[in-house]
C-alpha cells in the first residue's frame, strides 16, 4: 500500500539521520582527541608561560576546528587532571609532568634533578628468598636469598613513583647501613662493587594500580600507572638489580632518542 511505502521511506530517512548525526559526533570526537594531543604537547614543554590557555575561539581559529571539537579537547585534558576552567580567567594549567628520558641509564635523582629533590621513603628493606622469576632473572639459584627494597619516591613532597628492587645478597648486605633515603641506590651499586654499571633492559607498560599501590601513590584504585621494569647489569655484564617502578602515569613522561639502524 502506498501509506506503507511512505512509512518504510519515512524510517529509512530517520535510520539515515542518525548515521549521519552519528558519524559526525565520531569525526568530532576524533578531531578533539587530535586537538588534545597537539595541546597536551605545547603544555607539558612550556609553551603557556604565564599558565593560560588560548581562548577557545583563538584555539578552533588556529588549528582550524569548530568550537565543539576545541571544548571536547579541553575536557580531555581537564579529565587527565592536566587543566582546570576558572571562572574569568580561562582554561589554566594546573599539573605538570616531570620528563624520564630512556635513553640513558641514571637513577631517578638523576633524572630529575633538575626539577628538584627526589626523596625516598623505604617502606621494606631486608633478605628475602628470590621468587623464581626474579632469580632467574639475577641468574641466581631458586629460593637464594635476595635484598628486597621496597620503596616510595617523591618530587616536590608529592608521590612519584613506587620501587619494588630485588638485588643479589652478596652486593645487597653491603646497603643495609647505607642512606637510601637520600641517594639513589645506583650510586651505591657503583661504590659497593668498584664497578660501573654497564647496560640495562627495559619493558614499560601500562598496569592498573593494586589496592596497595593506589593508596600508597594516593591514586585512584583501578586507576593506570606505567609500570617500567628495568633489569641492570654492571659492565662485565652481571645482572645486579631487577626492578619493578610504578609511576603516577599522571606525572611523568617518557622520552628518548630512537635511531634507525639496517
Known sequence: MPSDRI????GQGAATTVAAHRARRRLRADRARQLADLLRRLLL????????LPHESTLAT??????????????????EGLVERQPGVGTVVVAHKYPHGLDRLMGLA??????GQVTNEVRTMGPAPA?????????????????????????GGLPLSLDLTYIPLDIGTELLGADLENTDV?????????????????????????????AVLEAPRGTAVLMLERLTHLADGRPVDLEFIRFRGDRITMSGLLHRTR
Not at 639475577?138 to 619516591?153: F, N, Q
Open 62 to 79: 588556529e588549528y582550524g576546528a569548530s568550537r565543539n571539537t576545541v571544548r571536547e579537547a579541553l575536557d580531555l585534558l581537564r579529565s
Open 45 to 52: 614543554t612550556g609553551a603557556f608561560p604565564d599558565g593560560v
Open 131 to 155: 621468587p623464581a622469576p626474579v632469580a632467574d632473572r639475577l641468574r641466581l639459584a631458586p629460593g637464594t636469598d635476595v635484598l628486597y627494597i621496597e620503596r616510595l619516591r617523591r618530587l
Open 186 to 214: 645506583f650510586r651505591l651499586l657503583e661504590a659497593v662493587t668498584g664497578q660501573r654499571l654497564g647496560h640495562a633492559e627495559i619493558t614499560l607498560e601500562a598496569v592498573s594500580a593494586d589496592t596497595h599501590s593506589a
Open 110 to 115: 638523576e633524572t630529575l634533578r633538575e626539577h
Open 7 to 10: 512509512r518504510d521511506h519515512a
